[in-house]
């Protein structure tokens, strides 16, 4: 199982990111996917999910209105679309996999996770 997240950069506070998280070697559309973050010196909180079924999405209260979350399941794919970014987003983002899961906001409910993609917001 393989899941590559791609997406991060530089941004100015203000400004947009979308983030992709590519799965392979899953059954895809039975996973539910999630978006975690770890800022520096931080411990890793949860940014979003999604459930297997895409009908259930969920995010943390200081993302919610900004980011969106979705699913291909065509491409085996999920985005995060970052909006109005401010530097407290500013970490590495990681996605993870979650058999038959609805993007629950508990780490260890995630069988799989990606190697993590780093957001920098500056003002």
């Known amino acids: 199982v393989q899941l590559q997240a791609s997406g991060g950069g530089l941004v100015q506070a203000g400004g947009s990111l979308r983030l992709s998280c590519a799965a392979s070697g899953l059954t895809f559309s039975i996973y539910g996917m999630g978006w975690f973050r770890q800022a520096p010196g931080k411990e890793r909180e949860f940014v979003a999910g999604?459930?297997?079924?895409?009908?259930?999405?969920r995010y943390v209260d200081s993302v919610k209105g900004r980011f969106t979350l979705s699913r291909d399941n065509a491409k085996n794919t999920v985005y995060l679309q970052m909006n109005s970014l401010k530097s407290e987003d500013t970490a590495i983002y990681y996605c993870?996999?979650?058999?038959?899961?609805?993007?629950?906001?508990?780490?260890?409910?995630?069988?799989?996770w990606g190697q993590g993609t780093l957001v920098t917001v500056y003002s």
């Open positions: 999604v459930s297997w079924s895409g009908g259930v999405t």
């Open positions: 993870a996999a979650q058999a038959r899961g609805y993007g629950s906001s508990q780490s260890q409910g995630y069988a799989y």
